[in-house]
């Protein structure tokens, strides 16, 4: 990530120093690892030579940030206010001028939905991963999984398709929160429904502050399931919690066989008991969560392809589902 000083940042209304024109809209991408990754849609002033009363270098262009696809995605561009997608929100930032394209118009640009068929998702992962390169899927957040809900939806994009298909990268945030979705009505089906829960990877992420995640995990808790499930993401690594207050345990998954996270643990320690205070119930006998490492993480032992292949075509089945149902 790079930046340039004496940049600012304020609300994407017109400011004296700032030379406006007709915005047309954009998509904005950055770059990882040699691949554009689309982070945001926005609206691009090609005409305008200054932003925040700094001169535009030629390859540059002012932008403002309308939607957000990545939040937590570094801008090209920092500026000494903003790093992260989230933070360019409904601002103007300059970008750099190949990473951002234009939005094709629907009125002029109609073309058919092709269907993609669920009886190889795999390889239609591929042909999904084409098809969203210009515009991302948006997926319904779903506040009967994760207990409450968000004004901005799950964003699907190609570069998250294509992370799946290849069986061998690690996957963006919007997949697990898709994979948790897909559990959970697996759950509904079962008639479980009452016995698991499912935290959103989002909401306890490591960069999130601890009175967040505290307090994510206490209204979690208060929804009284026997077993809940936490994704958690630690250095771009996925890792998984099951835990049952009930019980007082915690099982820990790691392939990489790492401890939990100590900001993870004090969250957990802190809102087990101020959900139960909260519930009215009392915390003097309640016995502090034991956590357990699942004995089959401690192995180097290859986990079965069948398995991992079952699992992939499931995810990749739901999100072929989610696609065609769009």
């Known amino acids: 990530m790079s930046g340039r000083s004496g940049k600012g940042s304020c609300s994407a209304s017109a ?11 954009c998509l904005l991408y950055i770059l ?9 849609r926005g609206t691009e002033f090609r005409s305008a030579t200054v932003c925040h009363g700094m001169q535009l270098l030629e390859d540059e262009v002012k932008v403002s940030v309308d939607e957000m696809i990545m939040p937590d995605a570094s801008v090209p561009l920092s500026t000494e206010e ?3 997608v989230e933070q360019a929100y409904k601002s103007f930032i300059t970008w750099p001028k190949f990473l951002v394209k234009p939005v094709s118009d629907p009125s002029t640009q109609e073309q058919q939905k092709i269907p993609l068929s669920e009886d190889d998702p795999l390889s239609s992962l591929h ?7 210009d ?10 999984v994760f207990g409450h809900g968000s004004e901005v939806p799950i964003y699907l994009n190609s570069q998250d398709v294509r992370e799946l298909a290849s069986g061998t990268q690690e996957l963006n945030i ?12 697996v759950t509904n089906k079962l008639g479980r429904s009452d016995d698991y829960g499912f935290i959103d990877p989002q909401d306890i992420h490591e960069s999130n502050d601890f009175d967040h995640i505290n307090m994510r995990m206490i209204s979690s808790f208060r929804r009284g399931k026997k077993i809940y499930f936490l994704p958690y993401i630690s250095g771009r690594h996925w890792q998984l919690l099951v835990m049952s207050v009930q019980d007082n345990y915690a099982l820990w998954f790691c392939s990489l066989h790492r401890p939990p996270p100590t900001q993870l643990r004090q969250a957990i320690d802190c809102s087990i008991p101020a959900s139960m205070m ?3 119930r009392s915390i003097v006998k309640s016995r502090k969560i034991a956590w357990i490492s699942l004995k089959r993480f401690k192995t ?8 991992l292949l079952f699992i992939r075509n499931a995810a990749a089945k739901y999100i072929v589902r989610l696609y065609n149902s769009s």
């Open 174 to 185: 919007s997949i697990i929160q898709l994979w948790t979705m897909y559990m959970s009505g």
């Open 135 to 144: 515009k991302p899927l948006e997926v319904q957040y779903d506040a009967n």
């Open 15 to 25: 400011i004296p120093e700032d030379d406006m024109d007709d915005g047309s809209p």
């Open 278 to 280: 909260m519930d009215g």
């Open 82 to 84: 903003i790093f992260t």
């Open 127 to 133: 042909l999904l991963a084409d098809i969203l390169d």
């Open 300 to 307: 180097t032992t290859p986990v079965p392809e069948k398995s």
């Open 32 to 40: 990882e690892e040699d691949e554009m990754v689309l982070v945001a």
